[in-house]
Structure formats: structure tokens, C-alpha cells
């Protein structure tokens, strides 16, 4: 890759963007220093690990990576025997042994799930002895601390001692009310490395000891008592002593690191590798990228978007750049500030991000060929110190391109031809995209000349789209649409700008008579492009329709077959459990009639009622009966297969349009069967008749709770004027719901003082007992 291919394309502000993302100096350094690799494993396993990290601070998190020293510098000032390193390089080595351990833990958690950073954790080799070492001698800001040795403790100590005895026998001294007249101030301080005070100078003859330092004023004289420099003395050995020891364990501690310098340096690159990584994993987060596929047959970026303009926080309007298999040229036109230039950057931006293992900001499934190099002619080239012109500057540049192209190759070509006759730019530019093609090149250039836009149109390996242009808000809307050529615009465009209309109409009257003819043929392409787009926005508007359509349907049939399954057991459990009472009545009614106190009448009762306890259940349960004869508009149908069942709205064909509750749903006309949807004759019901002196029992088998209830109250009141201390009540078993009705009933009725189920002679569970009021 050419430097200034890199530069035109600003791929600097990316590395830059890149490196705000790293956490430690070496880590922004391997951002900046980034750079696109033709090799296709190697960018393949560079996507790889980026898309591994990115899932990983997605789903568990950010790693626990932070600031770490450049080790760089100390380690090759290390590798020599005798170097002794310093306090804070040291602690730098720490800390980067600290990071990498815990880095290392937490990649190697889920090597499963991201085996390429397990792998590249396994090169964070761990040094436990040394990090050991490191942390119980150095604190945070490089200082040897007192457990470094007990030999550097104790003379500390000593150091400590010397201080606070010499400072308080100064004080003492200072505290002396004959002094005071000596004395330029009450303090105790250190020149030259020896406690001393400060004496006024026109009275230092008049006091004994060593002078030591004079202030600025010179009105101060900084004097060692006498009886203070054995004590300094000592001071002084002692705090030589404590250099020599500091020095020492410095020493032997850098002697360690030597010992493990080829581990530590992996450790290290590893680590900036790893920060680089996250860096670009964290971009990715940001703004939104996704990993490319490398495919050197097509490419397709879908919902791209510049990386400069996300870049200023403002929302960017994404393109589709696409180059399919067959063609190799991609000719974008359309007018001045339409966003051509932009489009080619983008796509020369987002191929060098990829090849530089970085995601890229555009729609998942967006594909791109591995290239071995990306040309571009951007932009004005002129160059003054080299005496070149604009059109001369280019011509360099393509001829530079054109002796070096490696293939496969990216070009990237604004305006080719530019800055020399029209029609010659035009016919240099046809044959720039000739030569290029044959290359086997991919070329994606902007042109607004004529020439090159009715090459494009009839060579097969072209293909054509223009930049969208609202010309009433005179603003760009950065879309391609391709397989169309658009016009420059640049009447148009000068007219909202305010130019004369007498300068337009010269300028309209002065364009060629096939400049008119071009200029015809594409407002008709145009006209029919958009008739077409327009066809094809309201098919796909009915697919979706359709397709939802579809899921709503299945939906519902899904919905109706739980609902069939979940009947089919309760019933099937109604059914074992009514059996199971079935059962257990009769034993106790035979057991009753073994034992003699049941006679054979109540056994006939007691089968009647379980018959139309049955007949009870089949009439609750039956399916409402296909009507005969074809259905018609209006009627209640099912669909057979799935079961669903609505009214028939209208029939089409072979298709035909049912509607259940708010839906609709189009089915096959031929699976619709018609649903006898009148309700069922009313079913008969036999009482016996009440009188004065007959009929104590009354059966309400077959009818709905309110019918029933309705008929109990008038039973029990011809009851209780005919005086019977107790009447029977036949319900059934059924499904119960008739039972408790009467129950309930009973319960609060002024009639009933108390009632009970039958006992097996009686009937059973089928029939309960009512205990009447007595009338006076």
C-alpha cells in the first residue's frame, strides 16, 4: 500500500481513532502504526480475533485491562549485565506482570468459546516469584520499602533515631530565652545535608559552631551547632548506608528481571498485542461495526457508512456499494455535492480497515476481495514544487498505478480525465477503465462526462449508479441507485443558486445537439426506473402482507391445536373420572342390593340417570354438524386440515377470504366445509307432575343451570304447600356444573332447611336430598 494511497484516504484518522481506544502507550502506538496486510489467512485470523473479543465484552464483559508502562526501553537497559534499573521501572515491570496474570485468567476462562484469545493469552507467560518479589519490596511510586531486607530496616531505624535526636536537642536550643536576640527565626532546617538554624548574620560571631549556608538576603545565616556535628556525621554515614543498601536490592532486583527477560518481553508484546486488540474490539462497540467475509469473487457493502463522519457524532445517512461477480467497474454520476467522492472513500476506507483487521461500520453480511493493493487518484493533485499542473499530476499518478498494479488490485478513481479537454479526459478515461479491467483489476471511478457514462451503459463488465439528488432542497440524499445514470444538474442547480436566467438560457441554447439527446434519454430511463421501483415497493409491500399474513395463520392454528390437545385431556381425565364414580356407585348400589336394602326400582333410577348423565356429556361435547350443500358468503365454515373456522367473507377462484374476530385469512376455497351454526333444538325435559299427594322428585337432566334453577324453585314451592317433609333431586354426574348449581341454590333457598347427597339406595351422587320447611 502506497503511502499516499493511505493518505488520501485519511486512513490516519482512523489509527488515530484507533489509538484514543488503548489503554497503555505501547498499545496507542500499535494503533497508530497499523497498517493493511495483502495476506489473506493473516487478515482472515485478524477479523477472527477481533470479532471473538467483540463478542466477549458483549457478553461477559470488558476485559480487565488498564495503563501499563512501556517495558521497551527497560528491558534492553536490563539485558546488560551490571545495569541496575530504577524504583518506577521496576514498578512498571509489576504492573505488567499484574495486568498480563489477571488478563490471562480471564481469557483463558472461556477458551472454548473464544479459542483465538486463549491462544493468544497462552503467550502471557506467568512469573509469580518475580511479581512477588517486585511488590513486597518497591511501593507504588518506585521506593524500596523497609521489607525489602531487615539489614535496610534497621538502618532506617537508625536514621529515624538520629533525626528525632538531633531535631529535639535544636529545638531545645532554639527554646533558650538567652538566644532569642541570635536567633533570626524559631525553626530547625538542612543545608548542605546537615540540620542546622538560623542564626541572625550580624550576630553569627557571637554564636559557636559551623556556618553552613547564607540566604539570599543575606540577613540569615544557617549555622551547625557545634555539639550537632557528631550527630550530622552520623546521620550522613547512616544515610550513605541506606543509599548503598537501596542501590543493592535495586540491583538485585534488576538481576531477576534479567533472569526471565526473554518471558518477560513476550509477556509484554503479548499484552500490546492484546490492548490493540481490545482497542479495536471497543471501536467496533462504538460505532456499530461488523466483520466482513473475504470473498474474492464479489463485493457487496451493505449500509455503509463513512468512519470520519460517525466520527462527528452526527447521524450519517448509510449506501449499499456493491460490485457483483460479473463486474469489475463500478462508474458512479450524478452532480456536485452529491456524494460520489464520498462513496469511493468509503469504500477505499472500509477495504483498508478490514485488510488491517478491523471492523468495519457497515450491515452484517457485507462482503469484500482481499486485495494486494488500493490505488487512488482523489482529489486535486497539483503540485507546485514538482512544476506539475493538475492534469499532469494525475497523469503521474495513473501512470504510476498502471506500472505497479498487483493483482488483485482496488482503484479508486475521482473524475479521471479531468483538468483537459473534455472530450479527451473522457477518451483517457475509457481507456484507463479498459487497461484496468483487462487487468483484472476493480475499478470504482466518478465521472460526469458523457463519453464515459455511454461506455459504462454498453461495456458488460460496467456497471452504472448515480448519487440521488433533491433538487427543490438543493441537498444531496447520499444514496446510490444503480443500474442508472444521473445527470450533472449543473443548470438546475445554478438556477436555485440565483444565476441570471438570460446566462441559462445561452448556456441551454448552447449545448450540443447530443448533450440534448443524452440528456432525453436518461430523464426516460429515469421515468421508467422509478415506474418500476415504485411496481417492485408494492409487491414487496403485498409479500410482507402476505407473509405476515402467514404467521398469523400459523399462529392461530398453533394456538387452536394447543387449545384441541388441552380439551382432548380434560375430557379424557372427565371421562376416567366419571367412570371411576360410575364404578364406584355401583358397587355400593350391588352391595346394597346384596345386603337387601335397596330394592331393584332404585337400581333401574340409578341406571336412567347415568344414561342421561351420558347423554348429558355427548350433547356438551359433540361437534356442531357440517351443514349440507356448498357454503355461501355469510356462513360459518371451517377449514379443514388446520381447523380454522370464521365467516366466509368472499371467494376469489380458487381462493377464498375468512374473517375471526379482527383477522383475515385468504385459504384454498376447496378445503372449506360449511358449519351448521343455528343453535341446537332445545332438549326435552320431562317433570313429574306435583300434586297434593304424589311426585316427591323432580329431574332436571339435560338442561342449563338457570333452566334448571328456575324449574327447582317452583318444584320446591308446590312441595312445601303439599306439605312433603323432603323431595329428590336428579342432576346426573356429569361434569358436576349442574350439581353445584343446585347446591348452590339450595343453600340459600327460604324452601330448604338442610339437604345431602343420596345415599346408594337413593341414587347416589345423580340426585340430592332437600330437607323442606314445614308449614303451619
Known amino acids: 500500500m502506497r503511502p499516499r494511497d493511505l493518505a488520501a484516504l485519511e486512513f490516519d484518522h482512523i489509527r488515530n481513532r484507533l489509538a484514543d481506544f488503548a489503554c497503555s502507550p505501547a498499545g496507542k502506538e500499535a494503533c497508530r502504526t497499523l497498517a493493511p496486510s495483502p495476506d489473506r489467512a493473516v487478515v482472515g485470523r485478524a477479523l477472527d480475533a477481533v470479532w471473538q473479543c467483540f463478542r466477549l465484552i458483549e457478553e461477559q464483559g470488558d476485559l480487565p485491562l488498564r495503563e501499563f508502562a512501556d517495558l521497551r526501553g527497560p528491558l534492553r537497559r536490563a539485558a546488560h549485565e551490571g545495569a541496575v534499573l530504577d524504583g518506577p521501572s521496576l514498578v512498571g515491570v509489576r504492573t505488567v506482570l499484574a495486568v498480563a496474570h489477571a488478563t490471562r485468567a480471564s481469557l483463558t476462562k472461556h477458551r472454548a468459546a473464544y479459542p483465538l484469545l486463549a491462544e493468544l493469552a497462552d503467550g502471557l507467560v506467568p512469573l509469580p516469584a518475580l511479581q512477588a518479589s517486585l511488590t513486597r519490596a518497591l511501593d507504588d511510586d518506585g521506593g524500596v520499602t523497609d521489607d525489602a531486607s531487615d539489614e535496610l530496616a534497621e538502618v532506617r531505624r537508625t536514621l529515624r533515631q538520629l533525626r528525632d535526636k538531633l531535631t529535639r536537642r535544636l529545638d531545645e536550643l532554639l527554646a533558650r530565652p538567652g538566644l532569642a536576640e541570635l536567633i533570626s527565626d524559631r525553626y530547625v532546617t538542612v543545608r548542605n545535608n546537615r540540620f542546622v538554624v538560623p542564626i541572625k548574620t550580624a550576630m553569627a560571631g557571637q554564636f559557636d559552631g559551623v556556618v553552613q549556608d547564607r540566604s539570599v538576603s543575606g540577613e540569615t545565616t544557617f549555622v551547625e551547632p557545634l555539639f550537632a556535628v557528631e550527630l550530622n556525621n552520623r546521620l550522613l554515614l547512616a544515610a550513605k548506608e541506606e543509599e548503598r543498601l537501596v542501590r543493592r536490592i535495586l540491583a538485585d532486583l534488576t538481576a531477576l528481571v534479567r533472569a526471565v527477560h526473554a518471558q518477560l518481553s513476550q509477556s509484554f508484546t503479548t499484552l500490546v498485542q492484546i490492548d490493540a486488540l481490545v482497542a479495536r474490539a471497543r471501536f467496533a462497540q462504538r460505532y456499530r461495526c461488523t466483520q466482513p467475509q473475504l470473498d474474492d469473487t464479489e463485493l457487496v457493502l451493505r449500509q455503509a457508512r463513512h468512519p470520519l463522519l460517525l466520527f462527528g457524532e452526527r447521524p450519517v445517512v448509510p449506501i449499499d456499494i456493491l460490485l457483483p461477480r460479473d463486474k469489475q467497474v463500478l462508474v458512479i454520476t450524478g452532480p456536485n455535492t452529491g456524494g460520489k467522492t464520498v462513496a469511493l472513500k468509503t469504500l477505499g476506507l472500509l477495504a483498508l480497515m478490514a485488510q488491517s483487521g478491523v471492523l468495519i461500520p457497515a450491515a452484517e453480511g457485507s462482503r469484500l476481495p482481499c486485495f494486494q493493493a488500493i490505488y487512488t487518484d482523489v482529489g486535486d493533485e497539483q503540485s507546485i514544487e514538482r512544476n506539475l499542473s493538475t492534469f499532469s499530476a494525475h497523469v503521474a499518478n495513473l501512470t504510476e498505478i498502471i506500472e505497479g498494479r498487483a493483482a488483485p488490485a482496488l482503484v479508486l478513481l475521482d473524475e479521471p480525465g479531468v483538468g483537459t479537454d473534455p472530450d479527451d479526459g473522457a477518451a483517457l478515461g475509457i481507456g484507463m477503465i479498459r487497461m484496468l479491467a483487462a487487468s483484472g483489476a476493480r475499478v470504482a471511478l466518478s465521472t460526469h462526462y458523457a463519453p464515459i457514462k455511454v461506455f459504462a451503459l454498453s461495456h458488460e463488465p460496467c456497471v452504472t449508479a448515480a448519487v440521488e439528488f433533491d433538487l427543490d432542497a438543493m441537498a444531496p440524499r447520499f444514496r446510490l441507485v444503480y443500474h442508472s445514470i444521473g445527470e450533472s444538474q449543473a443548470l438546475p442547480i445554478a438556477r436555485r443558486l440565483g444565476l441570471p436566467a438570460a446566462v441559462l438560457r445561452i448556456a441551454a441554447a448552447a449545448r450540443s445537439e447530443q448533450a440534448k439527446a443524452l440528456a432525453a434519454a436518461v430523464e426516460r430511463l429515469e421515468h421508467t426506473r422509478r415506474g418500476y421501483e415504485e411496481r417492485l415497493a408494492e409487491v414487496e409491500q403485498r409479500a410482507r402482507a402476505t407473509a405476515e399474513a402467514q404467521r398469523e395463520t400459523q399462529r392461530l392454528l398453533e394456538d387452536l391445536q394447543a387449545k384441541r390437545r388441552r380439551r382432548w385431556a380434560e375430557e379424557l381425565e372427565a371421562a376416567r373420572a366419571f367412570v371411576r364414580d360410575v ?80 383477522m383475515r385469512f385468504e385459504v384454498p376455497a376447496a378445503r372449506l366445509r360449511r358449519i351448521d351454526s343455528r343453535p341446537p333444538a332445545p332438549v326435552e325435559v320431562r317433570v313429574a307432575a306435583v300434586s297434593e299427594d304424589t311426585a316427591q322428585e323432580i329431574s332436571l337432566l339435560g338442561l342449563r343451570a338457570r333452566e334448571a334453577v328456575a324449574l ?47 345415599a346408594p339406595a337413593e341414587g347416589g351422587a345423580g340426585i340430592t336430598v332437600a330437607e323442606l320447611e314445614a308449614v303451619g
Open 712 to 758: 327447582l324453585e317452583d318444584f320446591l314451592d308446590r312441595a312445601v304447600r303439599a306439605r312433603y317433609p323432603a323431595v329428590r333431586i336428579v342432576h346426573g354426574i356429569g361434569s358436576g356444573a349442574l350439581k353445584r348449581a343446585v347446591e348452590s341454590y339450595l343453600a340459600s333457598s327460604p324452601y330448604c332447611t338442610a339437604f345431602r347427597p343420596g
Open 583 to 662: 364404578r364406584e356407585q355401583g358397587r355400593e348400589l350391588l352391595g346394597a342390593l346384596q345386603r337387601g336394602s335397596a330394592d331393584r326400582g332404585a337400581l333401574t333410577r340409578w341406571v336412567q340417570q347415568q344414561e342421561a348423565a351420558i347423554d348429558e356429556q355427548a350433547t356438551a361435547l359433540a361437534e356442531p354438524p357440517p351443514a349440507s350443500g356448498p357454503p355461501r358468503i355469510g356462513d360459518v365454515v371451517e377449514v379443514s386440515e388446520n381447523g380454522i373456522r370464521g365467516q366466509l367473507l368472499s371467494v376469489e377462484g380458487g381462493r377464498a377470504w375468512i374473517q375471526r374476530g379482527s
